[in-house]
């Protein structure tokens, strides 16, 4: 995502999750999205030229606020992100920005956070300052609370191995184009036809699905018939899918949730 833009920066999240086993990946990811946050130089964002991109780019940047693992006497970081750091985020993000128009928190390791640091972090993210944003890196997304994820855009950074395959793409499309037309009766037909897929090859096809949801919602590409709230309502559904996967859920009653919620109540056109 080191080409990572936005056509607008009004339409930004408040709060991202910026997914990856690789430290540099996520760390580079977030310096992204944070000088996207911060950008005053007009038209797509980040422009990369602006003071205020240059100063995050340098890491000077005071509106730029990175919370980190402490680390104890001998230098290692210590195993969580403590509570006290996040109620530290909570009371900073209400004081205005020094010059640009939010504040950005990065929030490193966010996946060592405990229930009672999430919960913290999950008032500011429910009820956020019009001022300040926040980009939570993770390892292991699965750690955060759903109720935290849930308030959250995800973006996963994958290496080229983990690039969804060709067949993966062109059934994430299928599916996409039943959900777009709003018929559940498309939608059940699609599921039907492939609930025998296999264990891997439904989970690279969820992969592939929230792949182009992201790229849906961070990169303003067409949509369809789908406005921003279905896309985010799609990305929750396929994160819950892809959390039944990875525990072992079959891939029958996975597909029948599909069936069931990918077009909202009132939305069937038959």
Excluded at 13 to 28: G, T
Excluded at 51 to 78: E, F, L, M, S, W
Excluded at 112 to 130: D, F, G, I, R, Y
Aim: proline residues 4%.
């Amino acid at each position: 995502m080191d080409n990572l833009s936005f056509k607008d920066g009004k339409q930004l999240s408040h709060a991202y999750i910026v997914a990856s086993a690789s430290v540099e990946d996520r760390a580079a990811t977030a310096l992204r999205l944070a000088q996207a946050l911060v950008c005053s130089g007009g038209g797509a964002v980040p422009c990369g030229v602006c003071r205020d991109c240059r100063k995050a780019r340098d890491g000077v940047h005071p509106d730029v606020i990175y919370i980190r693992r402490q680390r104890d006497d001998n230098g290692t970081p210590k195993k969580e992100l403590l509570v006290e750091q996040v109620r530290y985020m909570v009371g900073d993000a209400y004081v205005l920005p020094n010059e640009a128009a939010r504040k950005v928190y990065v929030v490193e390791d966010a996946d060592t956070m405990n229930a009672s640091a999430q919960n913290a972090a999950l008032k500011l993210l429910e009820e956020p300052p019009k001022a300040a944003a926040f980009i939570l890196c993770a390892a292991n997304p699965a750690m955060l609370l759903p109720t935290v994820r849930s308030r959250c855009v995800e973006l996963r950074r994958n290496s080229d191995s983990d690039v969804p395959d060709e067949e993966s793409g062109r059934l994430a499309g299928e599916f996409l184009a039943a959900a777009d037309t709003g018929s559940r009766a498309e939608v059940l037909k699609w599921c039907v036809g492939h609930e025998g897929l296999e264990p891997a090859a439904a989970r690279d096809f969820v992969s592939a699905v929230l792949a182009e949801v992201d790229e849906r919602l961070c990169f303003r590409a067409p949509a369809g018939n789908f406005d921003r709230r279905q896309l985010m309502r799609l990305w929750e559904l396929f994160t819950k899918c892809r959390d039944y996967l990875g525990a072992n859920t079959g891939v029958r009653h996975v597909f029948g949730l599909l069936a069931v919620d990918a077009v909202p109540d009132g939305k069937d056109n038959q």
